[in-house]
């Protein structure tokens, strides 16, 4: 359930990509687009970060016990 939101912004930043392919560089909201691609892609971004050293924290190497 946690993950649910975090999926949500990675399907709407897919979405994001496919229509700015199809949107002409003169169309007005062409702009528009490319910002809230590069929000959404900046806050995954984000999100990678700050879970990545926690994964790797977490990760038990293997011959390792974990206590």
Known sequence: ??????????????????LLKHTPVSHPDHPLLQDALRISQNFLSSINEEITPRRQSMTVKKGEVRL
């Not at 993950?3 to 979405?15: A, G, I, M, N, Q």
Request: charged fraction near 30%; proline fraction near 6%; glycine fraction near 0%.
């Open 1 to 18: 359930l946690l993950y649910k939101p975090v999926d949500r912004v990675t399907r709407s930043t897919l979405v994001l990509h496919d």
